[in-house]
């Protein structure tokens, strides 16, 4: 069942709406680490109270920021997600404290993520990673004996 939106304020269901309900960014919190989810949602609560039926195209981490695409006819929407992105890449995707864009073990090359100084270390062994909006730790391996 979708809900349609009338100049009035009124809403009514409707059961035959062939559309699928417009993504919005709480949708695509897996496409980013856990540490920009509250940024994320924020920026939701702002763009809601522009156009409650904005909708999200596509949410993904590039050169250590968040890359935010939505479909809309809002000048100001740009702004927001600007001053979002922004934020993004100081903040770390892993825990959400303050970061910066980085390499592991800050080689001159290879993939860039923000990240904390307590987190670089286990991202740079390759001890933990992100994926589906959550952090993935590898498990330690045993102490041999001897």
Not at 23 to 37: A, F, M, N, T
Request: contains cysteine.
């Amino acid at each position: 069942m979708t809900a349609a939106v009338f100049q009035d304020g009124r809403m009514q269901a409707s059961e035959n709406d062939s559309e699928p309900p417009a993504r919005q960014l709480p949708d695509d919190l897996r496409s980013v680490g856990p540490g920009w989810h509250p940024l994320l949602l924020r920026l939701h609560e702002r763009l809601v109270a522009v156009e409650p039926g904005y909708r999200v195209e596509r949410v993904t981490e590039k050169f250590g920021a968040a890359r935010i695409e939505v479909t809309t006819t809002h000048a100001e929407f740009r702004d927001l997600i600007s001053d979002a992105e922004q934020e993004s890449a100081t903040t770390c995707e892993f825990c959400g404290a303050p970061g910066r864009p980085r390499r592991r073990s800050d080689a001159d090359r290879g993939w860039i993520k923000a990240v904390c100084d307590s987190c670089h270390v286990p991202w740079s062994q390759h001890l933990i990673l992100i994926g589906h909006g959550e952090v993935w730790r590898k498990p330690a391996r045993p102490q041999s004996a001897g």
